[in-house]
């Protein structure tokens, strides 16, 4: 093989649930030898967050940032709600902000830039004539009890991981909303009324067109309706999946200049559906991409994901240029998570097999995370031909995970 | 990373057309920065064909059968259409079937089982009216002027493919109808009649509306319909795509038992759409899968591909269990080409970064190529981690290729 490889800005991923990892290669039988949906896969996703602790879960996590690194992500949106213990308690005193810092700690070790989405989740859901959930014993994990709690421990959790980034540059503080699922309107308008407005914010929205119909039955609006009616629409703002959505709901994110986080091979793996991609962007979205589960870590794959998804639900290819996909994978996500540009890079091999013969400005569609030869992120090499350069191959971080913690294997 | 492996059966390429692995990574963008459709590509992959001579194609499908041995296909179901001279002048004497050898000659020296679906190809398409197209320059290599000449130079053809075999049992003589748009009523009729009923028969079917529509214009019907009344339909044939098909024409292909031929990566490059996969299987039909164009050649991207499109386009997981997106890779595949089991496996790592902690079962949706370790066909080691034992890296066949050949880069 030739040993020619292209320079190349390293992508960003905009969506990351961690722990979800555990869960890859494990959902796709049930027990009467089908998978059920969405929501049955939820059930599972639970059991394994129930499990937990914040030293498990930096061990976890420090092979779920490795592997993205060594795949060629140089930053990490963390979508992060698992914040308190298995109880529904904080953790406190020396062990304060235990599952936050797990996390930043882990992305430390990976050289992987970390903006932690730190999530509010109040309430258990919404059925389906729009009624309110109780929080179920897991979600009690995810529940700092109202929006000034929320706020406070935020707050606080900023402080934190400054000192533990002490400059370095990797680790900084983002906002979550769940979903309209979690929060209800009134905490919906608390959060935009109180939330630091210079901080990125995500959201899940619209992923099912079960949360639509819930949404529409509680309280006679779309969830980005009632994201615009709180006054939390605009461009420090990033819609997760944004799959289910109305003419008027496009128009919405796109008059406000949100980001929008597509996550091809989860909305694939989870049976989603294929979002309004070309019409956000030509609304006046701006488009990013997240692996979201980890279903596969590969952000060529999620790339071509992107245009694969448009080109089925349209019958036209080219529905996005290249540079496109290009720029959603790189400069959409360092905008989504407020991130600037530091000529994080990649060399990706233009001899391989798989991309010999290819336009270079056509690789998203032709290479994979095999091809990446270097990852430099923050001006250090952090990988090299899927090793990474100090904690060695992805998989015997998972070997050791799943040893010293068979209740999750 | 640990060394385990699992012992699985070789996947089976069902529908491959070589020489397209010419246009990978360069249709992705057109001069207006669009990519425009399947018809418009159609001209690129034409433009591909025509300067192809069997010295150029054997070099050319050579490294491609290399590519997909290391990928861990077995065997390859090539649907060949590229038979005389770019006069449309047919190769005679000792060049006689010069095309069809370059290819049989390239699976021998990449040790891949062939089945050269030697294919019939008459007539230029149907205009939207209905009416027949004349050949173009390029198609007047593909046609070999009447069903009887086809029939001629087929038999022929399989008489020189069993001499070059010499009985090492990797070279095999199929046949395919290229589409109701290539082959007028009374000739489908006529292939009905005169071919070897033994011999597997692939065709195109309905992988495009425009399709549809110009065979209901023509004829009244829709081109599984024509087939039945031809006196096609049955458990020998295998339809390629069958991507926009009525309840009618669902049923009838399940009920004649016959084979599928899902491309899923080909179906979403070219904004095919996602065809009724489960339908078809529930009806009676024989799923197989093919890697098609060759916009990559991973047959693991393939399986999951075929259980993805049934996510999307149904909202629900697990759609096909394991067992039998697994089963649409080796068995159907080997039912559709005429092949017997003669137990080509690999060995698949399990514990990569990618793989660990996935169920066996499951690894057809986690696993990559990269994943695989060893391929052994007809009972020989031929690849190893990507590296082809007795031809090497594809990448440096290809980089020969492309230099020897300017004229294709």
Redesign the interface.
């Known amino acids: 093989?030739?040993t020619r490889t292209l320079r190349v800005p390293a992508p960003v991923n905009a969506h990351s649930h961690a722990f979800h990892?555990?869960l890859?290669?494990?959902?796709?039988?049930?027990v009467d030898?089908?998978?059920?949906?969405?929501w049955?896969?939820r059930e599972q996703m639970y059991a394994a967050a129930a499990g937990l602790t914040p030293a498990a879960y930096q061990q976890l996590a420090t092979a779920v940032f490795a592997?993205m690194v060594?795949n060629g992500y140089s930053a990490v949106g963390e979508f992060h709600y698992l914040h308190h213990d298995a109880n529904g308690l904080p953790y406190a005193g020396e062990e304060a902000h235990g599952m936050e810092l797990a996390l930043a700690r882990a992305a430390q070790a990976a050289g992987i830039r970390l903006v932690l989405l730190d999530t509010c989740y109040l309430q258990g859901g919404l059925d389906s004539a729009g009624g309110v959930l109780e929080l179920n014993q897991t979600q009690r994990r995810f529940s700092d009890g109202d929006v000034s709690g929320w706020l406070a421990r935020h707050q606080a959790l900023g402080a934190a991981l400054a000192d533990l980034d002490a400059g370095q540059g990797l680790l900084s503080l983002g906002a979550a909303i769940h979903s309209v699922r979690a929060v209800s309107p009134v905490e919906l308008g608390q959060i935009a009324a109180g939330l630091d407005p210079a901080l990125p914010l995500h959201v899940h929205l619209s992923e099912?067109?079960v949360e639509n119909a819930s949404c529409q039955a509680a309280y006679g609006l779309s969830p980005t309706q009632l994201l615009q009616r709180t006054g939390l629409l605009g461009p420090r703002l990033s819609a997760v999946h944004a799959t289910h959505l109305t003419a008027e709901d496009i128009a919405a994110l796109g008059a406000a200049g949100a980001g929008i986080v597509i996550c091809p091979t989860t909305?694939?793996?989870?049976?989603?559906?294929?979002g309004p991609a070309r019409e956000l962007a030509d609304a006046g979205a701006v488009l990013c991409l997240g692996s979201d589960q980890h279903?596969?870590?590969?952000p060529y794959?999620e790339q071509r994901g992107l245009?694969?998804?448009e080109?089925?639900r349209?019958?036209?290819?080219?529905r996005f240029?290249?540079a496109e996909i290009s720029a959603a994978a790189r400069e959409g996500g360092l905008r989504s998570l407020g991130l600037k540009d530091n000529a994080d890079h990649l060399l990706v091999r233009t001899?391989?097999?798989?991309?010999?013969?290819?336009?270079t400005?056509?690789?998203p569609?032709?290479a994979?995370a095999?091809d990446i030869a270097e990852v430099h992120i923050n001006g250090t090499l952090v990988a090299s031909d899927?090793i990474h350069t100090t904690l060695g191959?992805?998989?015997?971080l998972?070997?050791a995970f799943?040893t010293e913690h068979p209740e999750f294997?």
Do not use: C, K
């Not at 890859?24 to 049930?30: A, P, S, Y």
């Not at 191959?393 to 015997?396: L, V």
């Open positions: 093989m030739s990892r555990i890859r290669g494990r959902t796709h039988q049930g030898g089908g998978a059920g949906n969405f049955t896969w592997e060594v099912q067109p909305e694939a793996d989870l049976g989603d559906g294929i279903a596969v870590l590969d794959l245009e694969y998804g080109r089925l349209s019958g036209e290819r080219g240029a290249p001899g391989s097999a798989r991309t010999i013969g290819s336009r400005a056509q690789l569609l032709t994979t095999a899927g191959d992805p998989a015997d998972y070997t799943f294997s």
